[in-house]
T-cell receptor
Framework: AQTVTQSQPEMSVQEAETVTLSCTYDTSENNYYLFWYKQPPSRQMILVIRQEAYKQQNATENRFSVNFQKAAKSFSLKISDSQLGDTAMYFCALSGGSNYKLTFGKGTLLTVNP | NAGVTQTPKFQVLKTGQSMTLQCAQDMNHEYMSWYRQDPGMGLRLIHYSVGAGITDQGEVPNGYNVSRSTTEDFPLRLLSAAPSQTSVYFC????????????????FGEGSRLTVL
C-alpha cells in the first residue's frame, strides 16, 4: 500500500520570503510520480509541480521547486518569493506502477501574510 | 476547454434521500475517479474506473455506487444519504495510455459540496 505523510497541518510565511513544505511517502514501486497540488479558497485543485522518480534532477516551475530525496522517500516543496496568491491548501500526492490510484497526504494549509 | 465538469456544485439532502453526482470529461481519459475531501483527512478515493464497463472500489466505497457506461461519464450515486456523507466531492480523470507509461496526473472538476441533514 502507498502512503503519503504531510506532518505540517498549517504554516505561515511573510510575503516575499521562502517557505518549505514537507512530505514523506512510502511505496514498493520502483517507478512512480510525485505531485504537489494547490487548492486555493476557490476549491479548485491545481497541479503545481510533478517529479518523476527515475529522474535525479529536482523539478522546478518558476518560483516552485522540489527537493526530492529518493532514498529517504522525501519530497518537499519550496516556494520562493511568496505571494499573497500562494495562500492555499497544498497536497502532496503519489502515483506509481500499474496502480492507477493517486494517494494524497492530508494537506498543509499555507498562509502568506502581507 | 471544458475539462472535467461536475454537477451540481451544491446540494442539501435529508437523511435517507438518494441522489446522483454527475461527472463528465471531454479529454478522452480512460481513468476516472471520485474522491471525498473532509477537514484534516485530505482526499480519499471512493471509486474509480479504468475504462467503460470497468469500476473498482477505493478506500471509502461504502454507501456509494458507480457505473461507467461511456468513456465520458462517471456518475456517483448515494443510495440512502447519511450525515457522515456530508463532504466535498471531487471527480478527477487522467490519461492511462496502453502503450506509454502515464504519470497519473489527475485533472479535477470544481467539486460538489454535499450536506446531509
Amino acid at each position: 500500500a502507498q502512503t503519503v505523510t504531510q506532518s505540517q497541518p498549517e504554516m505561515s510565511v511573510q510575503e516575499a520570503e521562502t517557505v518549505t513544505l514537507s512530505c514523506t511517502y512510502d511505496t514498493s514501486e520502483n517507478n512512480y510520480y510525485l505531485f504537489w497540488y494547490k487548492q486555493p479558497p476557490s476549491r479548485q485543485m491545481i497541479l503545481v509541480i510533478r517529479q518523476e522518480a527515475y529522474k535525479q534532477q529536482n523539478a522546478t516551475e518558476n518560483r516552485f521547486s522540489v527537493n526530492f530525496q529518493k532514498a529517504a522517500k522525501s519530497f518537499s516543496l519550496k516556494i520562493s518569493d511568496s505571494q499573497l496568491g500562494d495562500t492555499a491548501m497544498y497536497f502532496c500526492a503519489l502515483s506509481g506502477g500499474s496502480n492507477y490510484k493517486l494517494t494524497f497526504g492530508k494537506g498543509t494549509l499555507l498562509t502568506v501574510n502581507p | 476547454n471544458a475539462g472535467v465538469t461536475q454537477t451540481p456544485k451544491f446540494q442539501v439532502l435529508k437523511t435517507g434521500q438518494s441522489m446522483t453526482l454527475q461527472c463528465a470529461q471531454d479529454m478522452n481519459h480512460e481513468y476516472m475517479s471520485w474522491y471525498r475531501q473532509d477537514p484534516g483527512m485530505g482526499l480519499r478515493l471512493i471509486h474509480y474506473s479504468v475504462g467503460a464497463g470497468i469500476t473498482d472500489q477505493g478506500e471509502v466505497p461504502n454507501g456509494y455506487n458507480v457505473s461507467r457506461s461511456t468513456t465520458e461519464d462517471f456518475p456517483l450515486r448515494l443510495l440512502s444519504a447519511a450525515p457522515s456523507q456530508t463532504s466535498v466531492y471531487f471527480c478527477a480523470s487522467s490519461y492511462q495510455g496502453v502503450w506509454t507509461y502515464s504519470s497519473g496526473e489527475l485533472f479535477f472538476g470544481e467539486g460538489s459540496r454535499l450536506t446531509v441533514l
